[in-house]
């Protein structure tokens, strides 16, 4: 999965300056995460409010309190619960701030097998955990040196993030994946990425059936099995993600975003939106701009 051309377009971070940082609000800034996959780790420290977490093929709550980190090329999603509204910090960072001695002992061992997938944290990290003290320190110290954003807070951030590493190894918060965990996954792949790629456009189940050469019942099955969706409830929810994106971004009337977001006609768009964000278009532009 590492190796696909459209897995998330999202630049993390650069050359000099290989992670990237978000503050989220769920469903405030946006109504949830639809499910997609990065060569990156990605570390979230949860402040308030609940959050379901598809994570592979577990769905889970997240709670304030709660650390989560997700290792590359996962396929995740994060879905609103209920009426709560999720407030969390994202550090997205590349496996180069892991360190890169590739012969290392250290690297072999608890860094590689972490990046290529065959091993990976359990989550969420709760504070029930052994030493989910010390992990919450740790976790504190690595945002802490993304606010500074000096060359030297940098060299802090690498050593938080061994730090993390380490605390999670040492209280077995890091599992091997088993290979068949992941085989529901392997069937609606291409079908994912289709989707990411043409959500635009008029897409039926039929279709992306065929393309993955699985009849339309299994296809259906094995798509609900790894997204918790439906393939037409998962085209809406990235047309209602990018909607929202345009509308915070851009000037475009409702209309204008609706059909460049793939939807036939503005009733529908403001039916879906409403259903997914809790408003229409308009109040959802007026609450941002209040």
Same mark, same amino acid.
């Given at each position: 999965?590492?190796? /696909? ?34 060569? $990156? ?10 959050? $379901? ?9 997240? !709670?304030?309190?709660?650390?989560? +980190?997700?290792?590359? *090329? ?8 209920? !009426? ?30 972490? /990046? *290529? ?13 052994? +030493? ?21 807070? !940098? ?9 993390? =590493? ?21 069937? =609606?792949?291409? &079908? ?10 008029? =897409?039926?189940? $039929?279709?992306?059936? !065929? ?14 099995? &790894? ?8 085209? /809406?929810?990235?047309? =209602?993600?990018?909607?929202? $994106? ?40 007026? *609450?941002?701009?209040?």
């Amino acid at each position: 999965m590492g190796n /696909i051309s459209s897995r998330e377009k999202r630049q993390h971070g650069s050359v000099s300056v290989p992670y990237a940082y978000y503050e989220c609000r769920i469903p405030d800034y946006f109504p949830l995460v639809p499910l997609h996959w990065h060569n $990156e780790f990605e570390l979230n420290c949860i402040f308030s409010g609940k959050s $379901e977490l598809v994570y592979g093929k577990d769905r889970m709550v997240t !709670d304030a309190g709660d650390i989560v +980190l997700i290792t590359p *090329n996962r396929l995740h999603a994060i879905y609103p619960h209920g !009426d709560s509204r999720q407030v969390y910090d994202t550090l997205v960072f590349r496996g180069e701030m892991l360190g890169a001695g590739k012969k290392e002992r250290g690297w072999v061992s608890c860094i590689e097998p972490l /990046i *290529n997938g065959t091993r990976e944290v359990t989550v969420p990290i709760t504070k029930g955990h052994g +030493l989910y003290g010390e992990i919450r320190e740790c976790v504190e110290g690595i945002f802490a040196c993304r606010k500074k954003n000096t060359p030297v807070a !940098d060299l802090s951030m690498k050593s938080g993030l061994l730090r993390l =590493i380490c605390l999670l190894e040492e209280s077995g918060g890091i599992r091997v994946v088993k290979e068949q965990e992941d085989r529901s996954m392997e069937h =609606i792949r291409d &079908a994912l990425v289709f989707i990411n790629r043409n959500f635009k456009e008029d =897409i039926c189940v $039929e279709q992306l059936a !065929d393309m993955v050469h699985l009849s339309r019942s299994y296809f259906m099955h094995c798509f609900k099995q &790894a997204t918790g969706v439906s393939a037409v409830e998962y085209t /809406i929810q990235l047309r =209602i993600k990018n909607a929202c $994106e345009m509308l915070r971004n851009s000037g475009r009337t409702s209309v204008e975003v609706a059909f460049a977001c793939g939807f036939q006609n503005l009733s529908n768009f403001n039916r879906q939106f409403k259903k997914c964000v809790g408003c229409t278009p308009g109040q959802y532009r007026r *609450n941002l701009r209040g």
